[in-house]
């Protein structure tokens, strides 16, 4: 992947007061290498090449002065699965003087052409965009004007209320209409803790006001229904159930506080209580029951302290019997103090960045000398795909280039070089996975009018916490339609099954034609047509 030679990335260096010398080095990474398997990475069979076609979104940005807000070199870029970038937007500098590298932490799709990016979490300059939206098919970029006074680890779209749901100064759940830009919802950590009659029983009452006054750290929130918000805190160790419409915490997931007995892949049970995971980033429902994370497992960031390496995590929760049972883990074999991220793909794999905090140039291990990485793992833990981020070896990232050797690259808990905060896989159209005809019989014929239907088996072209309305219509080649229906394709890529009623004429035309197209489209546009041969 040459992200240098990119066209966009090219005028930016050029543009650059300092773009010679020692400046190549923290601004542009020394490679970025992609490895894949093309089997894994497309799935079963029914998926065909429709992943493989994908793309994959993620914030790649270097880090030499930790005390300076922002980044030293920071590019969105898009790319396919083989490496070849789409597109890159080269970050900006903004603020008193120019003062401030743009540093985007949250990414979502805000549809399949489009990203919505945040802004990292303690910018509060009024000249930089906390939240821009950005088409990456066509470069074009509009700022989100709403009232935030900060950045955010992380927001998304609400449709139901067409609002924009943030994280605030690390402790406040914030939504802001994108109509109006005023507030129009919002929780505290304190305000959640002081509404749980559950804390309030197992915690001394001199001893309330220490807990719920204690950062949170919220880096993930999610509305997953109408009266449904989920919150990741990285600092509680946990992931917050909340109920949106009285605004009070329903339970706690993980942590100190925990309200859950987890059970491991060994089936042994852990109290509610105890950290079984720690200091987690992007913990997330994924459906049903079930949630991921990125577990970074350090149980202090600041001093590199870990009680195991970091992983993806995910877990099935009992809600009535209040057990997290853990279904599946893969080590990155890595120790990230922050920063990470865990995706459910529709073919079961899970992709997500990862970086180290220590890198050596010296190691035999190939992967040792890299400072960051994108995985895709499959569900039996192979590996199908990765990414991998070279940086220079240099004073500013921890290395010293006269006497290369195994360097330590985070100030505090922060990385120095590059680390890669969230990354997307997405399609640009749906995936439609079974097409399958079925005649009616003639006596349903005969009572219902209904020649026979066509199912459809479909995933969203990329992941969304809410469902999106989509429609099936079945054409003849001259674009007659013999039917269709409308319905949601299931949130969080989980598939959604439709059928599309055909009448009795209409069904004797498709006999008669044999070959049908089959489409499926979003209201956002997104479209795939597919034939159908019936015989």
């Known amino acids: 992947m040459d992200l240098g030679s990119f066209e966009a990335v090219a005028e930016f260096l050029a543009a650059s007061d300092d773009s010679m010398g020692d400046h190549l080095n923290l601004s542009l990474p020394v490679s970025l290498d992609v490895w894949m398997n093309e089997d894994l990475v497309a799935g079963s069979e029914e998926f065909g090449s429709q992943l493989l076609d994908g793309y994959v979104a993620f914030v790649l940005a270097a880090n030499a002065n930790v005390n300076e807000r922002g980044a030293d070199a920071a590019y969105v870029v898009v790319a396919d699965m083989y490496g070849n970038i789409q597109n890159a937007r080269p970050s900006s500098r903004g603020g008193v003087n120019g003062s401030i590298m743009e540093r985007f932490e949250g990414l979502k799709m805000w549809n399949a052409s489009t990203l919505l990016m945040s802004e990292f979490f303690e910018n509060t300059d009024e000249d930089i965009p906390k939240f821009l939206l950005w088409n990456w098919q066509t470069g074009v970029e509009e700022a989100l004007e709403i009232d935030a006074v900060y950045g955010s680890h992380d927001a998304e779209h609400v449709p139901m209320d067409d609002g924009l749901m943030t994280v605030q100064n690390t402790n406040n759940l914030t939504e802001y ?10 929780v505290t950590w304190e305000s959640l803790c002081y509404s749980s009659a559950k804390l309030a029983m197992s915690t001394p009452p001199d001893m309330m006001a220490t807990v719920c006054g204690t950062d949170a750290h919220f880096n993930r929130v999610q509305q997953a229904s109408d009266n449904t918000v989920y919150a990741g805190s990285r600092d509680l160790s946990a992931l917050l159930k909340v109920s949106k419409m009285s605004g009070s915490l329903e339970w706690i997931l993980g942590g100190p506080f925990s309200d859950f007995v987890t059970i491991d892949l060994n089936g042994t049970e852990y109290p509610a209580g105890y950290e079984y995971w720690t200091h987690q980033h992007n913990f997330e429902w994924v459906g049903s029951n079930k949630f991921i994370m990125f577990d970074n497992g350090a149980s202090d960031p600041v001093t590199g302290t870990f009680d195991h390496e970091s992983r993806f995590l995910m877990i099935e929760v009992d809600e009535i019997a209040y057990t997290a049972t853990v279904v599946w883990e893969w080590s990155t074999g890595e120790e990230a ?62 290395c010293n280039p006269e006497s290369p050797e195994r360097y330590l690259r985070r100030s505090s808990e922060a990385p120095m070089g590059w680390a890669i905060y969230s990354a997307e896989r997405f399609m640009v159209t749906p995936a439609v996975t079974s097409i399958v005809a079925t005649a009616s019989s003639k006596k349903e014929s005969k009572s219902s009018g209904v020649g026979g239907a066509i199912a459809i088996e479909a995933y969203m072209a990329y992941r969304s916490s809410t469902a999106v309305e989509a429609h099936a219509v079945v054409m003849t080649a001259d674009g007659t339609v013999l039917g269709k229906a409308k319905f949601e394709l299931a949130a969080m890529w989980a598939a959604t099954n439709v059928e599309v009623d055909i009448d009795s004429d209409s069904w004797a035309t498709l006999e008669e034609e044999g070959t049908v197209s089959v489409e499926v489209y979003t209201a956002k546009g997104e479209a795939t047509v597919m034939e159908l041969t019936y015989e």
Request: aromatic share 12%; with cysteine.
């Open 337 to 398: 103090p922050i920063w990470g991220d865990a995706d459910l793909l529709p073919n079961g794999n899970v992709v997500g960045p990862s970086w180290n905090q220590y890198v050596d140039p010296t190691s035999e291990d190939d992967l040792a000398n890299y400072q960051a990485h994108i995985w895709e793992v499959t569900s039996e833990k192979e590996l199908a795909w990765s990414m991998h981020v070279e940086g220079a070896c240099i004073h500013a990232f921890g």
């Open 177 to 186: 209409s994108l109509t109006t830009g005023k507030e129009i919802w919002g």
